[in-house]
């Protein structure tokens, strides 16, 4: 649909929520279930400001819009500068879908910040992309360590368990996915260990 109305894009990726991620927006915001339209996620780069809105005219031809859900932060950035489009849509038998589109530029300064942005306009691209998975690697890495630390965090579990869940990122007594030297499992696992302030990957 996009090429037929000459609107080139330089990246589509798709994503979905998290449990623990669903669960924190459920309690911050008071939600149920029903009320989160972003478990599902859609994410469009397009070349230009004029296309972010011709693409979100494909988005709303192709599927229904949930009325209330267009948040246009190109015309009205956030306090901290974040500018893009989002709208919520549905189809037949389709849980509710979050689409963002915006530019290159904007998804530059959205996941790396001003520093990011500034070296995008300036033309430094030299050694940009490596620097940009450098900083990306980083934020990963505090926010993981951010939720480990994270002492009130609530196990997430399903209904009559098998066995009472862990607390991440300890295990209980007797856990199959606890880690010992030389133990044997039946499946794959990767084990991040570290020891003597060197890490490797099991």
């Given at each position: 649909?996009?090429?037929?109305?000459?609107?080139?894009?330089?990246?589509?990726?798709?994503?979905?929520?998290?449990?623990?991620?669903?669960?924190?927006?459920?309690?911050?915001?008071?939600?149920?279930?029903?009320?989160?339209?972003?478990?599902?996620?859609?994410?469009?780069?397009?070349?230009?400001?004029?296309?972010?809105?011709?693409?979100?005219?494909?988005?709303?031809?192709?599927?229904?819009?949930?009325?209330?859900?267009?948040?246009?932060?190109?015309?009205?950035?956030?306090?901290?500068?974040?500018?893009?489009?989002?709208?919520?849509?549905?189809?037949?038998?389709?849980?509710?879908?979050?689409?963002?589109?915006?530019?290159?530029?904007?998804?530059?300064?959205?996941?790396?910040?001003?520093?990011?942005?500034?070296?995008?306009?300036?033309?430094?691209?030299?050694?940009?992309?490596?620097?940009?998975?450098?900083?990306?690697?980083?934020?990963?890495?505090?926010?993981?360590?951010?939720?480990t630390m994270n002492k009130?965090?609530?196990?997430?579990?399903?209904?009559?368990?098998?066995?009472?869940?862990?607390?991440?990122?300890?295990?209980?007594?007797?856990?199959?996915?606890?880690?010992?030297?030389?133990?044997?499992?039946?499946?794959?696992?990767?084990?991040?260990?570290?020891?003597?302030?060197?890490?490797?990957?099991?």
């Open positions: 649909a996009l090429k037929d109305e000459d609107i080139l894009f330089c990246d589509l990726s798709g994503r979905h929520k998290s449990l623990y991620s669903i669960y924190c927006k459920m309690m911050k915001k008071n939600l149920t279930m029903d009320q989160i339209h972003d478990i599902y996620g859609l994410r469009l780069i397009v070349e230009n400001e004029d296309d972010c809105f011709r693409a979100l005219k494909v988005v709303h031809q192709l599927w229904a819009e949930v009325p209330g859900k267009l948040k246009n932060y190109i015309h009205c950035p956030k306090f901290n500068g974040y500018q893009s489009l989002h709208t919520v849509v549905v189809g037949e038998g389709m849980a509710p879908l979050e689409v963002q589109i915006r530019t290159r530029e904007m998804h530059l300064q959205a996941e790396f910040g001003f520093a990011a942005h500034w070296r995008y306009k300036e033309g430094d691209c030299e050694h940009s992309s490596f620097v940009l998975q450098m900083v990306e690697w980083a934020r990963w890495v505090v926010t993981w360590h951010c939720e009130s965090q609530t196990s997430v579990q399903c209904a009559n368990p098998v066995r009472p869940p862990c607390k991440f990122p300890s295990h209980s007594e007797g856990c199959p996915y606890s880690y010992k030297p030389q133990s044997i499992h039946d499946s794959p696992v990767f084990v991040i260990l570290i020891e003597n302030d060197k890490m490797s990957v099991q």
